[in-house]
């Protein structure tokens, strides 16, 4: 578990690395310098919250960086326990308070616990802070490590052990009494070596309850006037003054030897040698015992060892008496208990179902614990059906039973065994509220679905573990594999969040793309499913080979991505097979393969749409060239049937709608596709695209998302099936998408229903938000591509789990659960020609390295995996040939390798994917990832996201009232770009502070602190000057030469200053440009702050800002 959890943050130290790179180097900063900053700023606190995000568990973990920082994290459940002291010189961190108070001689108030769900971190110059890391949980600190691990010399252990003991000396008399024993003929003892705090509690309760014997008899005496009763009285008297707590160390243990952590294969052999008694201490045949110990787990060590070395001093009787109530449960949040059979509570309890007629009840649990494995934990609640086993049992009667299985064949004392209870332990450790040992209340849900993992492997006759590697890998069983088909990046990105899901055991592709099951990690990060890529022949109409592959392989859910297979009615194959699909069946389907249907389903059901009207065949061609005159508005003109996102022609004209009629009708550009086609009003407003997961009633809606389907940049040239999107689109808000679901979604799927054409699948409805609200443009029927590449980063849910609940018809609409305050971009690479003809066979590089940008997943489209023969260059030749005859010269005299290349297959090729806090972040990364992949012929659109330059950003004839473009970034003003020039300014400006001067820029950087009187001035007069930089800052753009301008501006500043007798003391800057290009305004500031210096003056603050409102853009 420690190395898993170390490398997941590790994983997070490198984004954190890289994130702050990009930054650093977007700013303008050389590598050196970049690799300084990110050591000063690298944040501890933000790498834990990523990382420890979905733990699940007890743990205490620390962390050593190789800078020098370092960090301690503790559970949220303060289920283990984390102690600190820090001082000028040290800070020391524990997991018990005691040592640091001996080590350091320090006191105890001086030593504090990390609080639950937080971290100590410790920044390598020595500075430290306690950071929250995750929401704390209710308060649940183990009882048992506190009784059974803890040093007894923290004061208060001290006192809860003994109160533990107190605590049980009522339970052993009346024990005594029901065995015709007293404390007068019972030697106390303890077996070595943590026990004897508690048994010391113990002793001490003893005596105390003779003397308030003493004390009530006297009472009697002194009130009693009657002689005979007096006589009586006085022989209870001299009977109990003649009574003592005999207490002895009857036991004795091997200090070296310590059995409960020992292995399994040797543990028994150990114990067996580990006891023996100290001859003397007991009457034979007359004395009874109190063997107290801290608890009672296994029961091997009384059995084999305590018990029958005990005997051999020949007692009556031997009463066990354990500190801690019975271990029922397995630990799975660090103590070796992991394995439910080992425990004598659960072994006894199992034999008393079996006694008693009851072992229906195991089999009943083990039915639910293996339902319960299916369960996520995300979201999902857990019940521990394990309690069921005691559930028919009294707390003595399982007492009595291990006491019977404990006791050695050839044992002559009468055996009795005591457990405290549950309540009086929480009396002794009322801070200590962590019993699931002894209840089964888990303080995770983590913790009882490993119980029932226990349970199942007990039944299994399985020796594992019930938690870590191996346990884990057993459980592949429950799970199942899944089939998607598809070849596209949308279907990548399918089967990757699908890849993510606990019940997915593997997810095959069909047939998949060079990006499917790559050898260069593209498939997912560690502990996803792993994805195949299986070659079937996907034929219609009967899809033999798809219903034989599922039934050999055991597909749970088969993942239907392209539309024609569903228009083929591949679902209704696989279903008559009872196979699971996501997606519709044929009848459903039409609502995408058949435009004209969808238009007239719309116009039947009330749903919002574009005035249309469809014709059919050339014999509708005049009729439809007549139809475009006779419209007061432009047309759209569409081809009905399927045209892989390419039969819509968007005319600037009525001449080009008639030139498009013309080549679908008579020429038959798009084949049947286009036989049929819709004419239809074109709207003016923003486009967006709605994914709707639905199982035929209910719906639970996707980030909204918009797309480019124009090839080049400013939304020119033909529609394409996309060159990318992003989502959400702020252009959805949440009264929108109220408005969308009632007006649009609602209607559609209740409208199939009633139509007798169910719909279960994804509904994609593209939409034109208008002044008047949402229209439709088209529905599909399955999810979109490119935008599905977009929204599944965005998901915080299990798909398979949500895709599997539409299929079985329970989905909830609160299924969909997304990444808060996250945002994704997804960029298309093209090949050259796209959408036209295009080459392939282009072998891709920078894959690697495009998945080094932070948030970034690249998913593949038009890819293929070739075998490639190669020359092993070594590493050391650092000459470069440029010709290709010594290209060829060199190879000969390479040793040739075969290695498997990416190459290009398609027009669309990759779609490179980033997420992050902001839309802007997000881009950035994107294009940072995308320019980092290279193939010949590639191209992308330069402004997908960009909201203040594409046409779908910009909108068509809006009103302002009613989309609210009110932000930052809708004004074209990158406030992501602002704050990473001012963090590369803020150390140029703290180079020219001088005495009595302080930056204070806070988050905009243009405040600053001067204090007069240490200026060393008598009656000082402040002199000002404003002056500005303009046609110099023209030369310099035609120079291209930045640093001297700021120089430039100093002296313009400084000299009037000094005009007026004056010394130049501060100066604050600002630079203003209608777009803010990183490198140029760092350069511009450098030149400031050396000028600063040489004039003797502080750069006490500097401003940044984009104005393109204000400035031309030239």
Known sequence: DTIMLLEKVGHFVDKENNDLFVKYSASGHDPQTSFSLIAENLNIARILRRAACDWDGGYCIAGLL??????????????????????????????????????????????????????????????????????????????????????????????????????????????????????????????????????????????????????????????????????????????ILATKVRCEKVIHKDAKIRTFIQEDSSREHLTMHAYDVHYGTIQRGKDSVVAFDDSIVRGNTLKNAILRTIDKMGPTHIVVVSSCPQIRYPDVYGID??????????????????????????????????????????????????KRIYEPFTPEEISARIAQDVRPFDCNAHIEIIYQTVEDLHKALPEHAGDWYFSGNYPTVGGAKVCCRAFALWMEGSSQRCYGVNSAMSMARFRKPVLVLGSGGREHALAFSLSKSLEVSQVYVAPGNGGIGAPDGSDGDFGTAPLVRQPLEIKAPHFEAVVNFCQQEGIELVVVGPEQMLADG????????????????????????????AKAFMQRHSIPTAEYKSFKGKESLQVALDYIDSRPYDVVVKASGLAAGKGVIVPNNSEEAKQAVRDFLEKGVMGAAGEEIVLEQRLEGFECSILALTDGEH????????DHKRVFDGDEGPNTGGMGAFAPTPMVDESMMDRIK???????????????????????????????????????????????????????????????????GRLSEEAVKVLPNTSSVSVVMAS???????????????????????????????????????????????????????NRQLRRHLPSTKTQAIVTSGGRVLAVTATGKALSEARERAYVAARSVHFSGAFFRR????????????????????????????????????????????????????????????????????????????????????????????????????????????????????????????????????????????????????????????????????????????
């Open 66 to 239: 190789g800078h020098g920082d370092a960090f301690v994290l503790r559970d949220p459940s303060g289920i283990r326990p984390a102690f600190y002291y820090a001082d000028e010189d040290f800070i020391a961190v524990a997991s018990e308070a005691p040592l640091i108070q001996s080590v350091f001689t320090v006191r105890g108030e001086h030593v504090h616990p990390i609080p639950p769900g937080q971290a100590l971190c410790i920044k390598r110059s020595g500075a430290w802070t306690l950071e929250r890391i995750l929401e704390p949980l209710p308060f649940k600190q183990c009882s048992f490590e506190r009784i059974y691990f803890s040093r007894g010399n923290d004061a208060h252990i001290y006192r809860e052990r003994e109160q533990l003991g107190r605590l049980l000396l009522q339970p052993l008399l009346k024990t005594l009494g029901k065995l015709g024993r007293s404390l007068q003929d019972t030697v106390l003892s303890f077996i070595p070596n943590t026990s004897e705090l508690a048994f010391n509690g113990l002793a001490k309760e003893a005596q105390d309850h003779l003397n308030r014997q003493k004390d009530a008899i006297f009472k009697e005496i002194a009130a009693c006037s009657n002689e005979s009763e007096m006589q009586a009285l006085s022989v209870k008297l001299e009977q």
């Open 337 to 386: 208990m992991a394995k439910l059979g080992d425990l004598a509570a659960f072994k006894a309890a199992i034999s008393l179902l079996r006694e008693r007629n009851m072992a229906h009840v195991i089999e009943e649990v083990y039915r639910d614990c293996k339902q319960e494995l299916k369960v996520p934990l995300k979201g999902g609640k857990i019940v521990n059906h394990v």
């Open 943 to 1114: 402004d997908i996201a960009n909201l203040s330059q594409s046409a779908e950003g910009r909108g068509r004839v809006m009103s302002s009232n009613t989309i609210n473009t009110k932000t930052y970034l809708g004004a074209g003003v990158d406030l992501s770009m602002e704050q990473a020039i001012s963090t590369s300014i803020r150390p140029l400006m703290q180079k020219t502070l001088r005495e009595g001067c302080e930056e204070d820029g806070g988050p905009h950087g243009l405040a600053g602190l001067c204090s007069i009187s240490m200026l060393n001035y008598k009656e000082p007069t402040l002199v000002s000057s404003t002056n500005a930089v303009g046609t110099k800052l023209k030369i310099a753009m035609v120079m291209e030469c930045f640093d001297t301008v700021g120089a430039d501006l100093v002296a313009l500043c400084a000299n009037d200053i000094a005009a007026r007798g004056a010394e130049p003391q501060l100066l604050m800057a600002n630079f203003s440009a209608p777009k803010l290009d990183a490198h140029q305004a760092v350069l511009v500031n450098q030149g400031v702050a050396e000028a600063c210096t040489e004039a003797g003056c502080t750069l006490l603050g500097s401003k940044t800002a984009e104005m393109p409102g204000i400035f031309s853009a030239s």
């Open 699 to 706: 719906i639970a809606v996707l980030p909204p998302a918009q």
């Open 742 to 808: 009632a007006e649009v979604l609602g209607p559609a799927i209740a409208g199939m229903k009633a139509d007798g054409r169910r719909f279960v699948g994804c509904l994609f409805a593209g939409l034109m938000i208008t002044v008047d609200g949402p229209m439709v443009i088209e529905f599909n029927c399955r999810f979109g591509d490119p935008e599905t590449q977009a929204i599944m980063p965005l998901l915080d849910c299990g798909l398979y789990e949500v895709l599997l609940s539409c299929v079985q």
């Open 832 to 886: 050259s020609g796209y959408p036209g003809s295009y080459e392939s066979g282009h072998i891709i590089s920078g894959l690697e390295r495009a998945r080094c940008v932070p948030g970034t997943t690249v998913f593949h489209a038009g890819t293929k995996a070739e075998t490639h023969a190669s020359q092993a260059i070594n590493g050391a030749l650092g000459v470069v040939l440029d010709s290709p005859a010594g």
């Open 570 to 597: 591949l679902a209704d194959v696989l279903q008559k097979n009872d196979i699971h699909v996501f997606g519709p069946s044929k009848a459903a389907a039409e609502i995408e393969s058949s435009k004209a249907y």
